[in-house]
């Protein structure tokens, strides 16, 4: 449908998450979303620009095999359509060849996957495009393959940060929220189990924990030895420590990783990848004025159903998140095989090597993580129209916040005299800062139409367990 460009009723970008994972600190890298300006032809790069991860290549490798597939089929019928599709794509980008290195991306061909491993590789593609295009640091503190003392301060240094694309950072979206700074880690910086604290307990202590409740003594000087094992094997197994207590239930884990005094955060906490982090983290190195972050906050989605800007009600997460779950107990020991409990942890190979099941273990811990999702946050900017181009200027301006999913309306202005600027702006100021702040709330919910709407729709009439706020039209030049 035709609309007026500089008024539409709907603004789309386009893009693609780049996702890299490495196996420390210093090689990790996190996820990158990189949003596109422009939707002709010729401003759109041929095809994304993605990262070798070496556990998404080992579970698509297992999960693609024909004898995994047959079975997830066969296990789950109600959704046999989307196993299939999915099969078909794995197949597809399994056997796809890798671009050539060192070849200009527009004389590559269309057939081959283009990959960049570090961030400097990434943007040096993305100058190569020569493209208008933002890359926005995403799901920083997400911890289910993350490093357990990944920091994002290790990233800033020139190559590593573009801060003409990369002006923007993900605080909050379906993985929860990653604003909030914390001193403890899950690692020590000599590879020991930290002590727990009362806000927080490593997940390397909970094994040695789980270990200890099943010793027939657990005072025993055998015991205190296998509970220090278990803690070792499941630092050295790092983000597949789960696998090493063999029988682990859910339940046995508790809390552990997560932040029991933030609001809404990612699973298994990873804070030196915090939003806080980032904005005080600073290069000295080159002398002078220090290299640092200057980020705009946002908030997304990220789910993978296709639905963008979700920031949906906090109810029905089966359907709004990807907690999705298994549907029944069949299909839950398809991807949970049964481990019988021993008293003794063991490294993370042998667990792969052991475990029995259709599929073999888990490529992650996946029950935990499910409770960790949520149905997103939204990116709200201050623009001067409701256009491609407005929108795409404010978010260049960094005139721009993120919510947990109400549509709220705020203004947050430094007053210097008689000037006010805006969020996002770089002043150099003299003497005690003084704020103008304005918010408007988000509508109320009105949990009755929303259940008329689902009956209407063939849902299933839940009812929500939060009040949150209905979608509301741009007001006062704010979206």
């Known amino acids: 449908m035709a609309q007026d460009p500089a008024n539409p009723d709907l603004v789309a970008f386009l893009g693609w998450e780049w996702s890299q994972i490495g196996p420390t600190p210093e090689t990790h890298y996190g996820h990158r979303n990189v949003i596109l300006k422009d939707l002709d032809d010729d401003k759109i790069p041929a095809r994304p620009i993605g990262a070798t991860n070496r556990k998404i290549q080992s579970a698509m490798a297992t999960g693609s095999s024909l004898g995994a597939r047959a079975k997830l089929v066969t296990m789950d019928l109600g959704n046999a359509r989307y196993l299939i599709d999915l099969a078909y794509l794995q197949n597809q980008v399994s056997g796809t060849p890798l671009c050539a290195e060192g070849v200009p991306e527009r004389d590559l061909p269309l057939d081959c996957l283009d990959t960049a491993p570090t961030p400097k590789e990434l943007f040096e593609k993305l100058d190569d495009w020569a493209m208008s295009a933002i890359v926005v640091p995403h799901g920083t503190t997400w911890g289910l393959h993350t490093p357990a003392r990944a920091d994002i301060s290790l990233q800033l240094k020139p190559g590593l940060h573009d801060s003409a694309r990369q002006f923007l950072y993900e605080v909050y979206s379906g993985h929860g929220n990653s604003e ?231 203004w947050f202005d430094l007053i210097d005299g008689e000037t006010s600027h805006p969020m996002g702006s770089v002043v150099t100021h003299a003497g005690p800062p003084r704020f103008r702040v304005r918010a408007v709330g988000a509508p109320v919910q009105n949990r009755d139409a929303l259940i008329t709407r689902r009956r209407r729709w063939g849902r299933s009439a839940s009812k929500p367990c939060a009040t949150a706020s209905a979608t509301t039209r741009a007001t006062n030049g704010t979206r």
């Open 180 to 410: 909030e700074y914390r001193s403890w880690r899950a690692e020590g910086p000599n590879s020991e189990c930290p002590d727990p604290t009362p806000d927080y307990e490593p997940c390397c202590w909970r094994a040695g924990e789980i270990i200890r409740s099943r010793c027939d003594d657990p005072a025993s000087a055998e015991c205190t030895e296998r509970v220090e094992e278990a803690k070792r094997l499941y630092i050295e197994a790092d983000t597949d420590g789960f696998l090493t207590i063999p029988g682990a239930t859910t339940e046995d884990w508790k809390d552990c990783g997560q932040c029991r005094d933030c609001f809404a955060p990612a699973y298994s906490f990873r804070p030196g990848g915090s939003a806080q982090a980032a904005l005080a983290a600073g290069d000295f190195s080159a002398g002078g004025d220090p290299l640092r972050f200057r980020f705009g906050l946002i908030a997304s989605s990220d789910n993978h159903s296709a639905r963008p800007g979700t920031g949906y009600k906090e109810f029905d997460r089966q359907n709004m998140t990807d907690t999705i779950g298994t549907p029944d107990e069949t299909t839950h020991k398809l991807l949970m095989p049964d481990v019988e409990p021993t008293a003794q942890a063991v490294s993370a190979e042998t667990a792969k090597r052991t475990w029995q099941g259709p599929v073999g273990p888990p490529p992650w811990d996946i029950e935990r993580q499910g409770s960790f999702f949520l149905t997103g946050g939204l990116v709200a900017v201050h623009a001067a129209g409701r256009g491609r181009d407005a929108i795409w200027d404010a978010l260049g301006r960094r005139e721009v916040y993120g919510t947990s999913g109400e549509r709220l309306l705020l």
